[in-house]
């Protein structure tokens, strides 16, 4: 604590790293739209789309969210984050583009809707902030990744004390008993950075893993986007090529809410059930390159070590009410006002 500051004992605050992106741009409305933290900061990385994008994306959507919420909201500052993966790769984002669009945000900011102003940025990079943070907030913290985990492998490789303090970081990324949705091996995250995977998971903090065998089947209806005013538009707008790509990959009508699901685990974990494992992270270029190897043999020994909860299990119903609940908290999502 600060000397002559006061404490906020009850206050949770959490920090998102993401990469805008359709799915990260969801968990953000549902976040915002929720009183259970307060939003220290929005970090941006490389994934979805490039470094330079996912950090305007960001800001975009922060300041379109609060022009949009019912209980004004302090205005979250976003920072720009790591454009490279630590072995200094970039991945082909080829893929990437028909899922999110070509510019991350499917069609919510096309030429047709005015943009919404960028909202407050800084030239401080992620990591930094990272642990800036976690110093400053410690075990009020929570930390949320929604995409690769570059930042936070830098932030660890510079502070790992600091983070030993912070509360609970919430992965999004990786599969235990699934294939990949990337390659057969790996899920798109953990892909994009390997080895920044395998450093946080293998770093003894307290972290929980959302992926695949859980954000697979959290599939939101595009039904729950018809109708309603322009907030609801917008996300219409927002999912459209990604609703697209899933009808063509997988003939379904639905959208899959892997970052949302990430997010409302943080808030929420009874959500979901957890195994403590050991997870460790292929960072070879070979065929399995970014595969979690999720340690779930009975054998407890091999699981002692720096072990990871990993989420395994899925209330799907409890999980879409409680996205829905926040979404209705925007104004025009319903109806718009007069
Ligand atoms: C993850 O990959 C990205 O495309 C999504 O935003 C999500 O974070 C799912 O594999
Ligand atoms: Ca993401």
């Known amino acids: 604590m600060v000397a002559g500051k006061k404490s906020e004992p009850s206050v949770r605050y959490a920090l998102i790293d993401c990469d805008p992106g359709v799915d990260d741009a969801l968990a953000l409305a549902m976040g915002f739209a929720s009183p259970f933290f307060r939003y220290a900061a929005v970090t941006t990385v490389h994934g979805n789309v490039s470094a330079r994008l996912a950090y305007r994306n960001a800001r975009r959507v922060v300041s379109f969210l609060r022009g949009h919420l019912e209980s004004s909201i302090p205005d979250v500052p976003v920072y720009p984050g790591a454009s490279l ?26 030429k047709k809707r005015r ?27 929570t930390i949320i990744t929604l995409g690769p985990l570059t930042n936070l492998a830098l932030a660890l490789r510079h502070a790992p004390e600091v983070f030993s303090r912070v509360k609970r970081i919430v992965v999004m990324g990786g599969a235990a008993r699934m294939p990949g949705n990337v390659t057969p091996a790996a899920e798109f995250n953990i892909y994009c950075d390997p080895l920044a995977a395998k450093e946080v998971f293998s770093s ?5 893993m959302v992926g695949l065998d859980v954000t697979r089947r959290a599939l939101l209806s595009v039904d729950e986007f018809k109708g309603g005013g ?44 957890t195994a403590s494992c050991r997870v460790d992270v292929d960072a070879s270029q070979g065929i399995a390159r970014g595969m ?14 720096n072990p990871v909860d990993v989420a395994l299990d899925l209330d799907v119903k409890g999980f879409l009410a409680f996205f829905i609940s926040h979404l209705r908290e925007y104004r025009g999502w319903d109806v718009d006002e007069e």
């Open 115 to 141: 943009l919404p102003r960028l909202g407050r940025g800084s030239s401080k990079p992620a990591w930094e902030v990272l642990v800036g943070h976690a110093l400053k907030r410690g075990s009020q913290l």
């Open 292 to 305: 979690t190897v999720v340690d779930l043999r009975e054998n407890k020994e091999s699981r002692v070590k």
């Open 204 to 208: 003894g903090l307290p972290i929980t």
């Open 85 to 110: 993966a630590l072995d200094g790769s970039r991945l082909n984002r080829s893929e990437s583009r028909m899922i999110h669009g070509p510019e991350g945000m499917g069609a919510m900011f096309d």
């Open 230 to 273: 322009s907030f609801r538009a917008a996300l219409r707008d927002l999912i459209r090529v990604y609703a697209r790509f899933a009808k063509k990959r997988r003939r379904a009508e639905n959208i899959t809410l892997h970052d949302p699901l990430a997010l409302a685990v943080a808030m929420k974990p009874d959500l979901v059930e």
